[in-house]
């Protein structure tokens, strides 16, 4: 059973252009989280998604960010006119129940670094 | 400020001692407690997680304790191994929210010396 997979590990893109984060969730799992890790930052939380449908994004900026999980295929994170305080670690975690069970796991994938410069 | 505190923020220890990481919260209510191990440039994987009834995990060399009442909790570390190298991570999921959002400490960076 494969873990959560994520690509790319790393992503360099220009000022002003697009990022698409790709996030596989482990098999069976239907619920998608995604995170930004600052340096010498904790995890922050951005979106959580189940099939077809956002729960919450409110940890997601509201400009230019977007999230995905469509029926088919993986989770996407786009961010549009990407600028440098876009640079970070982003990582995706999948669950298989509602992490509010008493012993839900999270697995994590090993993140992307999207470097913009 | 953060909801999730961790202490010490670094520590420097000699292969086969143990260790204690620390961690406050604030977030009230909560539906459990995690420790995850996040070795560098990778993603976090769990360790242990607790419910608010529970005092105590252990899981191989780690053991966590839980006090919810003073809303604190420590990860020790027995019989450190130089693999043992990586952030020991504190968090939360905060039940306020009613669905699944993770609060994350910044983090315990441990580094085991030969």
């Known amino acids: 059973n494969a873990g959560v997979m994520q690509n790319p590990r790393h992503l360099v893109r220009r000022r002003g252009q697009e990022a698409r984060l790709r996030c596989s969730p482990m098999?069976?799992?239907?619920?998608v989280y995604w995170y930004r890790q600052l340096p010498e930052e904790g995890l922050k939380f951005m979106v959580y998604?189940?099939?077809?449908?956002?729960?919450?994004e409110s940890g997601m900026p509201k400009e230019r960010f977007s999230a995905e999980f469509p029926k088919e295929g993986p989770s996407i994170l786009r961010i549009q006119q990407v600028v440098r305080g876009d640079s970070a670690a982003y990582f995706c975690a999948s669950s298989q129940a509602s992490l509010r069970g008493p012993n839900t796991e999270a697995f994590f994938g090993q993140g992307t670094r999207l470097t913009v410069v | 400020k953060n909801q999730v505190e961790q202490s010490p923020q670094s520590l420097i220890i000699l292969e086969g001692k143990n260790c204690t990481l620390q961690c406050n919260y604030t977030v009230s209510p909560f539906s459990n407690l995690r420790w995850y191990k996040q070795d560098t440039g990778r993603g976090p994987v769990s360790l242990t997680i607790m419910t608010f009834s529970e005092n105590t995990k252990s899981n191989g060399r780690y053991t966590a304790t839980l006090d919810a009442d003073t809303k604190q909790s420590s990860l020790h570390i027995t019989a450190s191994q130089l693999s043992d190298s990586a952030s020991y991570i504190c968090?939360?999921?905060?039940?306020?929210?009613?669905?699944?959002?993770?609060?994350f400490g910044k983090g315990n960076q441990v580094v085991v010396i030969p």
């Open positions: 998604l189940q099939k077809e449908n956002i729960i919450d």
């Open positions: 968090v939360v999921t905060d039940h306020y929210y009613g669905n699944n959002r993770l609060a």
């Open positions: 098999k069976g799992h239907s619920h």
